[in-house]
Every structure is written in structure tokens, then in C-alpha cells.
């Protein structure tokens, strides 16, 4: 069976005021071209379909008539909500479609979905795990010291039967130790790390969660990154689409189908009449740092003559190289800020539950911001 592997849509998201609706609509249209090309017969798509809880109409719309044309082609689709998706707006009506193919993970309940398929080398299952946190695994595992996201997926993983001698695929949304994150993603301190070593029976793990492509520890657990670039840290990435072609156990190939975006996102950097030469025009996004010591007058409205997308604009020069010097040692995580604010006040640390609602809630005030 092939499938194609892709995560974090996130539709619908604004990047420093820009609305990428026009964006994901091309890159939606290039993966169903893609599809067309090389005939799937399923598609993962591991969760953050959309940017917010509550997505806007236009987001909605655009992933309705994804998910349509998905279905024209008779390609399977299976999906799980990611931690910037309401589970429930995700897969309301969700036991309603599987018979037009469309399999949705639900909020996590006890057990995880499992659909199996079948093809010339027999069953295939594809397990289905949603975003996964403490705070909602607890209350089916009483008797299980639940504290970490590690502790949770451990518990989610050791209460299911899967059987190795037939292949398994599982949809995860979660952040595995020493993967490669990029700005747009928030992790606070330890507490989301989840160990690879956890994911050891699926011969295939589909994850989202982090924007770069990559493979960790093993070629068979991967994040297929984002579609799109969605900030100045993911200049330099290579977006794609996953390919995995799993014939009988044990063999499998994964290819990388790259991506060209509507307008690509770059960073620029030099001094004002460097960079205002009109032979650099692009209607691409762009990060633009100037390094004159003195400020041009109306200096944006002349750039945006010749970049009219620019996401932002900053100077770089002795007098700002000043005024942020911050020594790297005083650098910390939100969470570590707010652990010590809560010492100097209480005298006393904070408790498990007290640091997993603060990640929480600073997850949340994350997400709400983009």
C-alpha cells in the first residue's frame, strides 16, 4: 500500500498579519495534484489541520474542499486532531463518514482507533492517536503515576494489543526527544518530551508537531513538517510531502516529494541601497535586516515598492547589537520564569500539576498570538 504523510496544515493561520488562505489553497492544490500523479491509496494527515480551536470560516472551507477532492480520487483519509485543533470540532460527525473512507480521531476516551485495512500482503492497521496530555489520559489510568507527556503516551501505547506479526501504522502528535523544533513551535521546559523508544512496535509512525521534515532515530518515525514555511526559522527548509510505500513487514520505501509554494519566504540582509535595487523585486515573504548605522526616511514604504510582502523589517548595526546584548546564560524558557516567580512568592516549588497547567496555559496564550 502507498500513503502520503503530511501535519500541521494549520489552516487558517496569520503570519504577522498576513492571512496564508491564497498560500495553503496552492499547496493544497499541488498535494491533490501530487496524489493525482502518483495514486495513493491513503493519506495521513498527523494532526494541527488547523491553526486554532476555533478556525475561521475561510480555513473550514478550505479544508472541506481538500478533504472532497480527496475523496473524488478514492484516496483513504485518516486524521487526527493536533494540539492547536478542538478535537471535538474536528471530528464532529467523524463514525458518520467512514464509509466515504474519511477516518477522524476522536478526543481520546480510553482507546484509540484502530481501522484496518487490507491490500496483497495482507492487514494493515492504522492506529490513531490524537494530541496527547496528562490531564487527559489520567482519569483512565488511576492507578498509574501520570505526570509527563511521556507518562501519558507510555500509558495510552501499553493499553493497546497490537499484534507484530501484522503491519501497523500510528498517527501521533506529540514532540519526541531530540527532534529539531523551529520558533513557530513553543516546548516548555521537559515535560512534552516523549522517548522513540515508546513508538518501537508500529513499522510505520506518522507524526506532526514540529515544522521540519526529519527522521528520528530511525527512518520509520517521522515528522513530515509543514507544507508551507510559517516563520523566519524555516527559511532554509525543504517542504515536502511524505511518500511511504509499505509492501509485506519489514519492507518499505519512503520517498520526499518536494513542495513549491505560491510564494516562498526568504531573509534578506544589507545595507538600504543593497537592497533596494529593483532587480531584487518579489512578491515573495520576506524578512528584511538592514545594516546601515542611520535610519532611511519612510524606509518601509520604499521597500514594500519593490517587496511588497514584507513580514518584517529590523536594523542590525552597532547601536542595536547594543541595546539586545543579552548574555546567553540568562536566557531561559517561559516555564523556568515562572517557576522561579512562583518560588520567590511561595517559598515552595511548584507541584506536577501546578507546572502541567502552566505549560497549558502558556501553550494556549501561544497559539492564540500567531
Same mark, same amino acid.
Given at each position: ?9 494549520? @489552516? ?54 481538500? @478533504? ?264 531561559? @524558557? ?37
Amino acid at each position: 500500500m502507498k500513503f502520503f504523510h503530511i501535519a500541521d496544515l494549520h @489552516l487558517g493561520i496569520r503570519i504577522n498579519e498576513f492571512s496564508m488562505i491564497e498560500d495553503q489553497q496552492h499547496i493544497l492544490d499541488e498535494i491533490l495534484q501530487l496524489a493525482q500523479k502518483y495514486q495513493p491509496q491513503a493519506i495521513l494527515i498527523a494532526g494541527d489541520v488547523y491553526d486554532k480551536a476555533t478556525p475561521s470560516t475561510d480555513a473550514v472551507k478550505l479544508l472541506e474542499n481538500f @478533504l472532497i477532492q480527496l475523496s473524488y480520487l478514492k484516496i483513504n483519509i485518516y486524521m487526527i486532531p493536533g494540539n492547536h485543533d478542538s478535537p471535538e470540532r474536528v471530528s464532529f460527525v467523524a463514525p458518520l463518514l467512514h464509509n466515504s473512507g474519511l477516518y477522524i480521531s476522536q478526543t481520546y476516551n480510553g482507546n484509540l482507533a484502530k481501522i484496518t485495512a487490507t491490500d496483497e500482503f495482507g492487514n494493515l492497521n492504522f492506529w490513531l492517536m490524537p494530541y496527547i496530555k496528562p490531564a487527559a489520559v489520567r482519569q483512565y489510568f488511576p492507578k498509574i503515576s501520570i505526570k509527563t507527556h511521556n507518562d501519558a503516551v507510555l500509558a495510552v501505547l501499553q493499553n493497546i494489543d497490537v499484534d507484530t506479526s501484522q503491519r501497523n501504522i500510528l498517527l501521533a502528535h506529540q514532540f519526541i526527544t531530540n527532534a529539531t523544533t523551529s520558533e513557530s513551535e513553543l516546548h516548555i521546559g521537559g515535560l512534552e518530551n516523549v522517548n522513540a523508544d515508546l513508538f518501537a512496535p508500529f513499522d510505520y509512525v506518522a507524526l506532526g508537531h514540529l515544522h521540519k521534515p526529519q527522521r528520528i532515530f530511525r527512518d520509520e518515525l517521522r515528522y513530515s513538517g509543514t507544507p508551507l514555511k510559517y516563520s523566519l526559522s524555516e527559511v532554509a527548509h525543504k517542504k515536502t510531502v511524505t511518500m511511504v510505500d509499505i509492501l509485506e513487514k519489514g519492507n518499505l520505501t519512503i520517498s520526499e516529494l518536494p513542495l513549491t509554494p505560491l510564494r516562498d519566504m526568504h531573509e534578506i540582509k544589507g545595507s538600504f541601497d543593497e537592497i533596494c535595487n529593483p532587480k531584487n523585486a518579489t512578491n515573495d515573504y520576506v524578512y528584511i535586516v538592514l545594516t546601515d548605522e542611520l535610519e532611511e526616511p519612510n524606509v518601509i514604504s520604499r521597500l514594500r515598492e519593490i517587496y511588497p510582502n514584507i513580514m518584517k523589517l529590523q536594523y542590525e548595526n552597532r547601536r542595536t547589537e547594543t541595546a539586545n546584548f543579552t548574555p546567553t546564560s540568562t536566557l531561559k @524558557l517561559p516555564l523556568e520564569l515562572l517557576q522561579e516567580l512562583y518560588f520567590f512568592q511561595n517559598g515552595t516549588p511548584m507541584t506536577t500539576e501546578q507546572e502541567e497547567y502552566s505549560t497549558n496555559l502558556l501553550q494556549k496564550i501561544k497559539e492564540e498570538s500567531i
